[in-house]
């Protein structure tokens, strides 16, 4: 069964880092685009970043660039979102997805283009 499983959540003071993990289970990674995405309370899901499958390309939303970093190791089966600097505004559900893709250098950043699902990790930036 294919899953997808989000950790490394939590409460941060602004200003702290996090890293997010997105362990696969059930299939390789290695053949999968993998994004991830937030849902803060009251909005929209929200596209943060993306990575190619061969993990060359990637793509970030305007307002984390510079400040999160994403990567993959395909030997773990796991993709890894690394936020610094984290703002209130950050505070969200996020979730990781993956759309398999035979493309080794395209990223997909919207939510409609994935269908396998994260159940999601809660960050809270406050002090």
């Known amino acids: 069964q294919l899953q997808l499983v989000e950790s490394g959540g939590g409460l941060v003071q602004p200003g702290g880092s996090l890293r997010l993990s997105c362990a696969a289970s059930?299939?390789?990674?290695?053949?999968?685009?993998i994004s991830w995405f937030r849902q803060a309370p009251g909005k929209e899901r929200e596209g943060v970043s993306c990575?190619?499958?061969?993990?060359?390309?990637?793509n970030f939303a305007d307002s984390v660039k510079g400040r999160f970093t994403i990567s993959r190791d395909n030997a773990k089966n796991t993709v890894y979102l690394q936020m610094n600097s984290l703002k209130p505004e950050d505070t969200a559900v996020y979730y990781c997805a993956a759309r398999r893709t035979l493309s080794g250098a395209a990223c997909y950043d919207r939510a409609a283009e994935y269908v396998n699902w994260g159940q999601g990790t809660q960050v809270t930036v406050s002090s």
């Open positions: 059930g299939f390789a990674l290695n053949f999968y685009a």
């Open positions: 990575i190619s499958r061969d993990g060359g390309s990637t």
